[in-house]
Nanobody, 117 residues
Framework: QVHLVESGGGLVQPGGSLRLSCAASGTIFSINAMGWYRQAPGKQRELVASITSGGNTNHADSVKGRFTISRDDAKNTVYLQMNSLKPEDTAVYYC???????????WGQGTQVTVSS
């Protein structure tokens, strides 16, 4: 089992920045992928960004150039630096942990990000 704890959400004005953190604990697999998804009211959950244990990253087109995903394997933590935030970035952001060989997927509890003036 992998337990994920997110932090860093909140209310920010348009153009502002936030950094989300997600710490994993429990059974940590050496080969994994961690990522951030978001779900706005009335919309489906969508991938924001992901990063593999090898360091390969993927960012959704809607956040490229504004958001950056990174990880610290010594801390089993993944980060999402969000800059130039827009009202349409408002959503609940969920941390995801994926184990390729078993296809097991784990989710955090979610953290609210609200971009509003």
């Amino acid at each position: 089992q992998v337990h994920l704890v997110e932090s860093g959400g909140g209310l920010v004005q348009p153009g502002g920045s936030l950094r989300l953190s997600c710490a994993a604990s429990g059974t940590i697999f050496s080969i994994n992928a961690m990522g951030w998804y978001r779900q706005a009211p009335g919309k489906q959950r969508e991938l924001v960004a992901s990063i593999t244990s090898g360091g390969n990253t993927n960012h959704a087109d809607s956040v490229k150039g504004r958001f950056t995903i990174s990880r610290d394997d010594a801390k089993n933590t993944v980060y999402l630096q969000m800059n130039s935030l827009k009202p349409e970035d408002t959503a609940v952001y969920y941390c995801n942990y994926f184990v390729p060989y078993s296809r097991a997927t784990y989710w955090g509890q979610g953290t609210q990000v609200t971009v509003s003036s």
